[in-house]
């Protein structure tokens, strides 16, 4: 997915998976804790910004 974020932006998201997938780390350490039918999966996440960045105009708020 190619998304046009601020580098701010772009933490809240990662904070935001980051969460997500933290309500699930208790399963690993404790086998009793994983569902019946679940399956280990390998997540991978990655942001990478492409292009170069512009320049903000004086001020930020383009004026």
Do not use: N
Not at 7 to 31: Q, S
Not at 42 to 63: I, S
């Amino acid at each position: 997915m190619l998304l046009h974020v601020t580098a701010a932006e772009l933490c809240e998201i990662t904070e935001t998976v980051d969460a997500l997938l933290a309500r699930y780390a208790d399963r690993i350490a404790d086998p009793a804790k994983r569902p019946p039918g679940s399956r280990p999966v390998t997540f991978v996440q990655m942001a990478l910004p492409r292009g170069v960045a512009r320049a903000e105009p004086a001020g930020g708020d383009g004026t």
